[in-house]
């Protein structure tokens, strides 16, 4: 059973940096591209990072290109989202999740498996 644990967020001041963490079993971690998705009122679902299985790339969305980094730990099967100088506009229900998209030489076509993705972490960036 594929199971994903989000944790790590909460309410925060802008700027700053916060990290959370996904721990993921019942598939073989390290040989999955990890995503971090999200979620907001009104604005759907939208894509925000991916790390190949090895850690070998990572691509962004461009709202947080700069700011934000995903990382991964394939021996604690954990990957992260490590937020730096956090926006109001990056409130939102964080999901990991498997994805399963492709990418040319500069951008990645997530294809999420939603199906895997956890419960989420909400994060809120409020002044």
């Known amino acids: 059973q594929v199971q994903l644990v989000e944790s790590g967020g909460g309410l925060a001041q802008p700027g700053g940096s916060l990290r959370l963490s996904c721990a993921a079993s019942g598939f073989t971690f390290s040989s999955s591209a990890m995503s971090w998705a999200r979620q907001a009122p009104d604005k759907g679902i939208e894509w925000v990072a991916v790390i190949f299985g090895d850690g070998s790339e990572t691509y962004y969305t461009d709202s947080v290109k700069g700011r934000f980094t995903i990382s991964r730990d394939n021996a604690k099967n954990t990957v992260y989202l490590e937020m730096n100088r956090r926006k109001p506009e990056d409130t939102a229900l964080y999901h990991c999740?498997?994805?399963?998209?492709?990418?040319?030489?500069?951008?990645?076509?997530?294809?999420?498996?939603?199906?895997?993705w956890g419960q989420g972490t909400q994060v809120t960036v409020s002044s």
């Open positions: 999740a498997r994805d399963k998209g492709w990418s040319d030489d500069s951008r990645w076509y997530p294809a999420i498996d939603f199906p895997s």
